[in-house]
T-cell receptor, first 112, second 115 residues
Framework: GNSVTQMEGPVTLSEEAFLTINCTYT??????LFWYVQYPGEGLQLLLK?????DKGSNKGFEATYRKETTSFHLEKGSVQVSDSAVYFC???????????FGTGTSLTVIP | DAGITQSPRHKVTETGTPVTLRCHQT?????MYWYRQDPGHGLRLIHY???????DKGEVSDGYSVSRSKTEDFLLTLESATSSQTSVYFC??????????????FGPGTRLTVL
């Protein structure tokens, strides 16, 4: 089956710290992988995506590399800001249909 | 931002009453989805639609029905609301049926409380 597992939160970091949020997946076929971000009181917004193995998605200083050998898509940012405080969701679509599968979300709080 | 609105944004209702949530899009996208978001579960798919009058069940469809009579509108109905359906409901849209080259865009959500 298809599923996404991401690290438990909440995560609290000081401003300018390095961020890693782990995401691993199980999928049939060759999935596409996504990171979405949800700011308080809002819907989910696409942060970045990768559609094939070894692709790196990047946006707003965040990066994630599609690692087929480890079935992972970890989110990283070199220097977080207070404005990055949000809930981050890892997701996949198996590309054999139009369903998306989401992880449970990781809450990030960045303190000044 | 994708043109997706949800109504109402907040609703409190009583157990046993029917409730309908509306999702409206101005993007003319073919696919529409309803999710619920609960602590510890992330987002779970309730139903989705791949065209007018074409719908299918998702992971947690029991107690919910949907209808899509126009491309732009996707309705979610709780036939007889229960307290376990207290949640935040998100509508999403996407253009194509190949997720790799497409993205889901989300509405702002509806917070539903069933007393």
């Amino acid at each position: 089956g298809n599923s996404v597992t991401q690290m438990e939160g909440p995560v609290t970091l000081s401003e300018e710290a390095f961020l890693t949020i782990n995401c691993t997946y199980t999928a049939t076929g060759y999935p596409s992988l996504f990171w979405y971000v949800q700011y308080p009181g809002e819907g989910l917004q696409l942060l970045l995506k990768a559609t094939k193995a070894d692709d790196k998605g990047s946006n707003k200083g965040f990066e994630a590399t599609y690692r087929k050998e480890t079935t992972s898509f970890h989110l990283e940012k070199g220097s977080v800001q207070v404005s990055d405080s949000a809930v981050y969701f890892c997701a996949l679509t198996p590309n054999t249909g139009n369903q998306f599968y989401f992880g449970t979300g990781t809450s990030l709080t960045v303190i000044p | 931002d994708a043109g997706i609105t949800q109504s109402p944004r907040h609703k409190v209702t009583e157990t046993g009453t029917p409730v309908t949530l509306r999702c409206h899009q101005t993007e003319n996208h073919r696919y529409m989805y309803w999710y619920r978001q609960d602590p510890g579960h992330g987002l779970r798919l309730i139903h989705y639609s791949y065209g007018v009058k074409d719908t299918d069940k998702g992971e947690v469809s029991d107690g919910y029905s949907v209808s899509r009579s126009k491309t732009e509108d996707f309705l979610l109905t709780l036939e007889s609301a229960t307290s376990s359906q207290t949640s935040v409901y998100f509508c999403a849209i996407s253009e194509s049926n190949w997720g790799g080259e497409d993205t889901q865009y989300f509405g702002p959500g509806t917070r539903l409380t069933v007393l």
